[in-house]
Structure formats: structure tokens, C-alpha cells
């Protein structure tokens, strides 16, 4: 309770303090960056304004909250705009901006092994090879259905901290992961022996989104206008490509020496873009 009380504290604060500047300066309430993986979704957040509405500023919250605090605060319009991966529940809570961040790459998966397995997946040759072995995947996690809807074998658990760890002892065979976060977090995890599989890419439909509350129109407009207007001008590709840390994985993944097995997303929102190729990495482009 008093860590909720501090919670609740902090944010009713953070609001007072700021509504002002909401009101005169135009500012958008936005989740704190956390690392490389988030300071890029908040760039491609103030290109699309800076293209459609130049004086609207973004401001971070003082802390972290999770998904689920981030969707109740949205809700609620204390935040003004949350980035995450499409699913089912927020499509019904809050009101998607649908262009998918970061090109769908949420959906190009290479795999965190054990070393001593990587003679294993190097024979991986087709999908039959694949479902031979066991993925970990976080419970409640969007994409969890997308593996299952393939049959491939998916071990859960609640923790995404707890995958490291049984991944390492043996409870799963790979760790599936955006082409953006293996690398790294096989850095942060040296001591438990995983590496990045270099044979195998798992592809499939699914995006991240900028979601807004249902009854924003304006901003979500906003959004999705100048979206539009850095993808057409250039701007977005050249953020996006010029990014250190997408030109390093893309360097790392070697996608064009990699086996790759597409399956599809019977989950998908049926508003999701697909039919605007320029809205999705190309993975043939980078080969």
C-alpha cells in the first residue's frame, strides 16, 4: 500500500507541475526512456509531432511504470502517449496510431542460445528442424499466441528476468528476440554462457504502435500525419537507418547469411497496414 501511495504521490506531483505547461506549451506526456531500445521510439515520437504540430513538446515521466500502469494512465489521460507491441487488450482500451514502430521489427526474430548448442541450430535447414526445439517466451507476452497459433513448442513463465536463467539450465532450447534486443542482452548475461544463433530468423507480422486514449482524436491524428509526412519526405528512414544502435544490429544479425521461416499472425488487428510495404523493414533490401 505505501509503495502505491508513493506511486500515486509522484505522479499526482509530476501532474500538477507540468499542467501548465500542458496547457500553453503544448506538451505531451510520455513513459521515461529506458536505454537505446526506448530513446529510439521517443525520437521517432518527435519527428511525427515535429512534422505536424512544431510546438508541441514532449515530456518524460519522473519514473518507470510498467505496461500495465502505463495503459491505466492512459487511460485515465495522465500520459498522453505509450509505445508498445499491438495486442488484443490495448486495442480495446486505447487507440492505436497504425503505423507500426520501428518497421515491424518486433516481428524479425533471431535467437539467444546456449553456446555450447550452436552446433545444434547451425543444422537447422527447414521449419520441421525448428519445431524440434523449445522456445521461452514471457506468459502474457503478444507474440506467446503467434508461436503457439504455429505449433512451434513455447515454454512460459511470468518473468522476462526469469527466461536468462532457464534458458541456461535447460528448461527451453532459444529465447526468440527482436532483431534489436539479443545482442545486448547477451552482453548483460555473460556469466550464464548465451549467444546469438547466426542461422535461423523467425519472421512474422507484428508491430509496435504508439497508443493514445480513445478519446484523443486530435493527437492521435497529429501522429499519424506526420508519420506520414517523415516516411514520405525521407526523415523516418534516415532516423531510423542512421540509428547507432539499428545499423549495429543490423551489421550483427547478418540476416542475409541467415535461414529464415515465415509464419503468419492469426492475431493481427484487421486495421493492421499491411498492404503499405513502406510502413515494414524488407529484409531483401538489406541483403
Not at 509503495?3 to 496547457?23: C, D, G, M, N
Not at 554462457?193 to 504508439?210: I, Q
Not at 501522429?223 to 506520414?228: A, H, M, Q, R, V
Amino acid at each position: 500500500m505505501k509503495v502505491w501511495r508513493k506511486h500515486a504521490f509522484l505522479l499526482l506531483t509530476y501532474f500538477f507541475f507540468t499542467f501548465f505547461s500542458i496547457a500553453n506549451a503544448q506538451s505531451v506526456v510520455v513513459p521515461k526512456v529506458q536505454g537505446e531500445k526506448e530513446q529510439i521510439l521517443y525520437d521517432i515520437l518527435a519527428l511525427a509531432l515535429s512534422k505536424s504540430a512544431p510546438s508541441i513538446t514532449l515530456s518524460t515521466l519522473p519514473e518507470v511504470l510498467n505496461e500495465a500502469q502505463l495503459v491505466s494512465e492512459v487511460e485515465s489521460e495522465n500520459v498522453d502517449v505509450m509505445w508498445s507491441g499491438g495486442d488484443k487488450e490495448k486495442d480495446e482500451r486505447l487507440q492505436a496510431v497504425r503505423i507500426p514502430v520501428l518497421k515491424g521489427l518486433l516481428g524479425h526474430r533471431i535467437f539467444l542460445i546456449r553456446e555450447e548448442d550452436k552446433a545444434r541450430f547451425a543444422t537447422i535447414q527447414t521449419f520441421e528442424d525448428l519445431l524440434q526445439f523449445e522456445a521461452g517466451q514471457g506468459r502474457f507476452w503478444g507474440d506467446t499466441q503467434i508461436l503457439k497459433s504455429a505449433d512451434i513448442p513455447t515454454v512460459t513463465t511470468i518473468k522476462y528476468k526469469n527466461l536468462f536463467p532457464m534458458l541456461e539450465g535447460g528448461r527451453f532450447d532459444y529465447f526468440p528476440r527482436a532483431l534489436h534486443e539479443p545482442f545486448i542482452e547477451a552482453e548483460n548475461h555473460k556469466h550464464l554462457d548465451l549467444v546469438v544463433d547466426s542461422n535461423v530468423m523467425l519472421v512474422y507480422p507484428y508491430a509496435m504502435y504508439f497508443y493514445v486514449n480513445k478519446s484523443n482524436e486530435r493527437l492521435h491524428n497529429l501522429i499519424y500525419s506526420g508519420f506520414e509526412t517523415a516516411i514520405k519526405d525521407g526523415s523516418y528512414d534516415e532516423l531510423f537507418f542512421n540509428n547507432p544502435m539499428i545499423q549495429d544490429v543490423l551489421t550483427k544479425a547478418k540476416v542475409e547469411d541467415r535461414t529464415v521461416f515465415r509464419v503468419g499472425n492469426p492475431h493481427l488487428h484487421p486495421d493492421t497496414p499491411l498492404d503499405r510495404a513502406e510502413f515494414w523493414l524488407d529484409i531483401k533490401k538489406l541483403q
